[in-house]
């Protein structure tokens, strides 16, 4: 059987037993609080009231039986449960406050992480840049330094070799007159290290031909001649792609004929950059790469005009 409050007439399991009337009241009810109630001793218990009683009793006769020491005992009691509870709020409070001031300390350091992050990160930027700048500076005058260069590759070496010779005949198989004053320097330099086998070479020769070619990846030094004007070395390379098919054969060397190759000199760079753009563009259906005045070119339609690759990130171009 259920039990009912005798304020609120709602149901109750737990509250305060008034010892007089026998009355169960919630705690709400009556303005006593549970926390203070679990602390009475059962003299406490014994000696409340509920209002309902304490009116009854409180006509002049039943006021004088009171007892001032127990009203006393009973306001003690109540200061007292009060400080603890107060003692317990600043404490509670002191806490939130440390953590608060803690807290507020590491945002602080957060902050100012951040605001260091963000300031590394601008220079980080700015010295990829600067970085990237000079890479690139640099590369265009490697590149420019040999824009007067040929590059000869797939002449056997011969203990006492006149390179002057050999270019002469070289000249005279492609129907180039070399005059005496055209060539700087002529010598040989170890190859560009490389150790994927040369790709298909695609280049037009000046009547429109293309001509194809596979340059093989050898230990025999090129030969690497540098022309004192620019214009003179154009015409030998027009006058190369003329001619196309040199072979050691025809500069009198004995043994099987093998392939002469004449070409742009260009950087390392630049040649890891060829490599590249021949790659993608076999990928992606383009009919022609070649190389005029150290700068590498693509077309992928006879009608359509070449693009030029100059750097890395020109390769969007002919991957789109």
């Not at 006393?72 to 001031?101: C, F, G, P, Q, Y």
């Not at 560009?192 to 695609?202: H, Y």
């Not at 009608?303 to 020109?314: A, M, N, R, T, Y």
Request: one cysteine or more; glycine letters at 4%.
């Amino acid at each position: 059987m259920s039990t009912s409050c005798a304020t609120c007439d709602e149901v109750i399991t737990d509250g305060v037993k008034c010892p007089n009337c026998k009355g169960l009241f919630h705690f709400g009810c009556v303005g006593v609080r549970e926390a203070v109630h679990r602390k009475w001793d059962a003299e406490k218990k014994k000696s409340w009231r509920c209002s309902n009683c304490n009116i009854a009793l409180s006509s002049p006769s039943v006021i004088q039986e009171a007892s001032l020491s127990t009203i006393l005992h009973e306001l003690r009691e109540t200061r007292s449960d009060l400080k603890n509870e107060i003692s317990e709020v600043k404490n509670d409070v002191r806490d939130v406050h440390d953590k608060l001031a803690t807290f507020d300390q590491r945002l602080l350091n957060l902050e100012s992480l951040k605001v260091e992050h963000d300031g590394l990160s601008k220079q980080v930027q700015e010295m990829t840049s600067t970085i990237s700048e000079l890479r690139c500076q640099i590369s265009q005058k490697e590149q420019h330094d040999r824009i007067n260069n040929i590059e000869i590759s797939g002449i056997p070496f011969k203990k006492n070799e006149n390179l002057n010779n050999l270019l002469h005949a070289i000249c005279t198989k492609v129907g180039f007159t070399l005059l005496s004053g055209d060539v700087d320097t002529i010598h040989r330099v170890r190859r560009f290290k490389d150790s994927k086998p040369g790709p298909n070479q695609t280049t037009k020769n000046d009547g429109g031909a293309d001509t194809s070619q596979h340059v093989p990846h050898t230990n025999i030094p090129n030969i690497i001649v540098r022309f004192t004007q620019r214009r003179r070395k154009n015409e030998l390379m027009s006058a190369v792609r003329a001619r196309r098919g040199l072979t050691t054969a025809d500069l009198d060397f004995d043994g099987p004929a093998r392939t002469v190759y004449i070409s742009e000199h260009l950087s390392p760079e630049n040649k890891l950059l060829l490599r590249k753009v021949r790659a993608i563009s076999k990928e992606c259906g383009y009919k022609h790469v070649f190389v005029r005045e150290c700068k590498i070119l693509v077309i992928k339609k006879d009608d359509q005009k070449p693009v030029l690759i100059s750097k890395e990130s020109d390769l969007s171009k002919i991957s789109r």
